[in-house]
C-alpha cells in the first residue's frame, strides 16, 4: 500500500517539476476580448462591458436577428441540405452574393468577370488568407495601417509574412481625421504598398474620411500605385444603410484598380460565432482573377482545408431572399438608430452634469465606438471604482449602453475626468 502511495506521490511531482513546455511563459490576455474575461469574472451587479464590439439590445442582451432565426428555420426543415464538406472556397452562392453586396451588383468588374471571392472564416479569417497571399504572391510586403486601428491588424499581417507600417490617420488634438498627415504618409509610402483602409466606422476611433476626402486618398493611392486592402467589418453599422457605407469601396472598384476587400458578418448580421465573411481580389482580367483563386485555395487548404458551412447558408438565405435580404435592411437600420440614440443619451448625460472638456465628439464619431480620450488611468479607476470594462486606450462599445446603464455610465466618466486627470 505504501509503496504505491510513495508511487503515486512521485509521479504527481514528477508531473509538476518537468515539462517539456517548462519555459512557456503566461501570456497577456488579449487587450479586447482579454476584457470579456475580466468582466465575467466580475460579480458586481452594475457591471458594464463596453469593451468588444458586439451588440446590445435595450435589455442589455445579445441579439439574434429575426432574418437569421427565419433563415435557420427554412435551412434546419430543408432536408437537402447536408453537413458535406463545402469547396475549399467555400459556398459558391455566398461568395458571389457577398461580392455583390459589397461592390453594387451592377460593378463593372462582376460584370466583366474580373472579381474572385473565397468564403472565409469572418473578418479575421478573411484578412489572414489575404496577408498570406500577398506575403507569397506579391512584390511589396509591406502594408500600411492606421494609426491606431483594430489591434489584431499588427498580428494577422507579419504571419502572413507582410512587414506593417502606420500612417497617421487620427488627430487627439481635434478628435478627428488627421488628413493631411495621412496624405503626407501615403505620399512618402513606396510606390506598390499595400495600403489596409477601413471601409467604414473606423475601429477604434469611430473616424471616417468624408466623400471628398476619400475621393482625394483614392487618388494618391492610385497614382502613387498602391494596393488598397479594405478591412469591411461594420457594412450598414455606420449609416444604417449598406449601400452608403459601401460607397468608398465602390469607388475604388469603379476606377478599374485593383484590390482586396475583407468582408465580415459578424456585425451586420449579428453572426458573431459562426465566423462567416469573405476575401474578394478585384483584378486587372478575368483571367487574373482565376489564377488568384488557383493560389487562394493553395493557401487554404493547409490553413484550414475549408470553411464551416451553416454560417455561410444563412448569409445565403439572407441575400439571396427580397423579403428577408428588405427586413435584414430594416433590423440593421433599427441596430445603427440605437446606437446613435446612445449617443445622444451619453453626449446630454455628460452635458447635464457639466463634466470638464469638450465631448461632441460622442455624437460625431461613427459605427460601433466612440473614442472617448480617456487615458489608461482613467479607464482603470472606472474599472475598479464603476465595475465598467472597456479596453485601455479608452474605447467604449456604444453598442454595450442602454437607458439604464447610461447614466452610470456618465457618472463613471464625471468622476474620472474630476478626479483622475
Ligand atoms: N476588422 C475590424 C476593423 C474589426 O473591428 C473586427 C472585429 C474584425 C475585423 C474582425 O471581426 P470578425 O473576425 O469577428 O469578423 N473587432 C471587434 C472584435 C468587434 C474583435 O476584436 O475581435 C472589436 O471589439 O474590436
Not at 467589418?233 to 484590390?259: H, I, N, T
Not at 465580415?264 to 482580367?285: H, Q
Not at 435580404?325 to 452635458?351: C, P
Request: proline share 5%; with cysteine.
Amino acid at each position: 500500500m505504501m509503496a504505491s502511495h510513495q508511487v503515486t506521490m512521485e509521479k504527481t511531482s514528477a508531473r509538476k517539476e518537468s515539462s517539456v513546455w517548462q519555459g512557456v511563459e503566461q501570456g497577456p490576455e488579449d487587450p479586447i476580448l482579454g476584457v470579456t474575461v475580466a468582466f465575467n469574472k466580475d460579480n458586481h451587479p452594475d457591471k458594464v462591458n463596453l469593451g468588444v464590439g458586439a451588440y446590445r439590445t435595450e435589455e442589455g442582451k445579445p441579439l439574434v436577428l429575426d432574418v437569421v432565426r427565419r433563415a435557420e428555420a427554412a435551412i434546419v426543415a430543408d432536408r437537402s441540405v447536408n453537413k458535406e464538406y463545402l469547396p475549399i472556397i467555400g459556398l459558391a452562392s455566398f461568395c458571389k452574393l457577398s461580392a455583390q453586396l459589397i461592390l453594387g451588383a451592377d460593378c463593372p468588374a462582376i460584370v466583366e468577370k474580373r472579381t474572385t471571392t473565397v468564403q472565409c472564416l469572418s473578418g479575421t479569417g478573411s484578412l489572414r488568407v489575404g496577408a498570406e497571399f500577398i506575403g507569397k504572391h506579391y512584390h511589396q510586403t509591406i502594408i500600411y495601417i492606421p494609426d491606431p486601428t483594430w489591434g489584431n491588424h499588427n498580428k494577422i499581417f507579419p504571419l502572413g509574412g507582410v512587414s506593417v507600417r502606420k500612417y497617421r490617420y487620427y488627430d487627439p488634438a481635434t478628435r478627428g481625421l488627421d488628413f493631411q498627415g495621412m496624405m503626407e504618409d501615403l505620399h512618402s509610402a513606396p510606390s506598390g504598398a499595400v495600403v489596409l483602409l477601413h471601409a467604414c466606422a473606423h475601429n477604434p476611433t469611430g473616424v471616417d474620411p468624408t466623400p471628398e476626402q476619400w475621393e482625394q486618398i483614392r487618388r494618391l493611392i492610385r497614382s502613387k500605385k498602391q494596393l488598397p486592402f479594405f478591412d469591411s467589418a461594420y457594412q450598414g453599422f455606420a449609416s444604417g444603410s449598406l449601400d452608403r457605407d459601401a460607397a468608398p469601396v465602390r469607388s475604388f472598384a469603379g476606377d478599374g484598380g485593383e484590390m482586396l476587400i475583407a468582408q465580415s458578418y459578424a456585425k451586420n448580421l449579428g453572426l458573431y460565432g459562426e465566423r462567416v465573411g469573405a476575401l474578394t481580389f478585384v483584378c486587372g482580367s478575368p483571367d487574373v482573377a482565376k489564377r488568384v483563386e488557383s493560389q487562394l485555395k493553395l493557401v487554404i487548404r493547409p490553413m484550414y482545408s475549408n470553411p464551416p458551412g451553416h454560417g455561410a447558408r444563412i448569409v445565403e438565405a439572407v441575400l439571396s431572399d427580397k423579403q428577408l435580404f428588405q427586413d435584414w435592411t430594416v433590423e440593421l437600420k433599427g441596430m445603427a438608430d440605437r446606437i446613435i440614440t446612445m449617443r445622444h443619451k451619453l453626449f446630454d448625460a455628460l452635458k447635464q452634469k457639466g463634466t470638464p472638456g469638450r465631448w461632441s465628439h460622442i455624437v460625431k464619431q461613427i459605427g460601433m465606438f466612440t473614442f472617448t480620450g480617456l487615458n489608461k488611468d482613467q479607464v482603470v479607476f472606472m474599472t475598479k471604482e464603476y465595475h465598467i470594462y472597456m479596453t485601455a486606450d479608452g474605447r467604449i462599445s456604444m453598442a454595450g449602453l442602454n437607458s439604464k446603464n447610461v447614466h452610470h455610465l456618465a457618472e463613471a466618466i464625471h468622476a474620472a475626468v474630476t478626479r483622475r486627470s
